[in-house]
């Protein structure tokens, strides 16, 4: 089965930066994203790892550890805009062991941008 | 690229009665999700095609969901004999298949309430 954690909540100030952590315990690992998603709107892709390492796109960072099952994604000069909910999915196997292209999404972290 | 669009955007409807939802991808986009998000979760996987074949459904969708892709371009997710527990954003995802990355965009949701 899959199973991956983030954090519930965080606040951070504008201009700041944050780093929003995600866990995951698969059964097979073929690669992690990070969605933007604002509230009532859809998710939005932001940033993708499949091997070891950091990801940088603008103000945004990806970083993923496949040892540990670990990854996060890096927020600099935060603005008001970029409150939002944070959702990590991981790319698995899917139950008939042949590769997958589902997604298996955490709960998503919440994050608000305060002056 | 019109992005993903879904219809409708919102459906109300009454305990017992069947709903259909389309979604349209993105034009030349092979592979084409249907997730289920509530509030406070991240999306669920329910299926997947790769043009008009099915070739993944959850074990948790219950045989009241079935989901069409005739003409490997649009598909359709029908609920039948709604349950007040099928609330929920449904939610379409497109995918190409020449990227080795397979990013999915979201469409914009359906948001379902059973009365």
């Known amino acids: 089965g899959q199973n991956i954690d983030q954090p519930t909540e965080m606040t951070a100030t504008e201009g700041a930066i944050v780093q929003i952590n995600c866990t995951y315990q698969?059964?097979?690992?073929?690669?992690l994203f990070w969605y933007q998603q604002h509230a009532g709107e859809a998710p939005t892709f932001l940033s993708y790892?499949?091997?070891?390492g950091l990801e940088e796109k603008g103000r945004f960072s990806s970083f993923l550890s496949r040892s540990k099952g670990y990854s996060y994604l890096l927020l600099k000069e935060l603005q008001m805009k970029d409150s939002a909910s944070y959702l990590c999915?991981?790319?698995?196997?899917?139950?008939?062991?042949?590769?997958?292209?589902?997604?298996?999404f955490g709960k998503g972290t919440k994050l608000s941008v305060i002056p | 690229d019109t992005g993903v669009s879904q219809d409708p955007r919102h459906k109300i409807t009454k305990r017992g009665q069947n709903v259909t939802f389309r979604c349209d991808p993105i034009?030349?986009?092979?592979?084409l999700y249907w997730y289920r998000q509530t509030l406070g979760q991240g999306p669920e996987f329910l299926t997947y095609?790769?043009?008009?074949?099915?070739?993944?459904k959850s074990r948790l969708l219950s045989d009241r969901f079935s989901a069409e892709r005739p003409k490997g371009s649009f598909s359709t997710l029908e609920i039948q004999r709604t349950e007040q527990g099928d609330s929920a954003m449904y939610l379409c995802?497109?995918?190409?298949?020449?990227?080795?990355?397979?990013?999915?965009?979201f469409g914009p949701g359906t948001r379902l309430t059973v009365l």
């Open positions: 995802a497109s995918s190409p298949t020449w990227t080795s990355t397979d990013t999915q965009y």
């Open positions: 698969t059964s097979g690992f073929n690669g």
């Open positions: 790892n499949v091997l070891d």
């Open positions: 999915a991981v790319r698995g196997f899917g139950y008939s062991g042949a590769g997958s292209y589902q997604l298996t």
């Open positions: 034009s030349e986009h092979n592979r």
């Open positions: 095609f790769q043009n008009e074949a099915q070739l993944e």
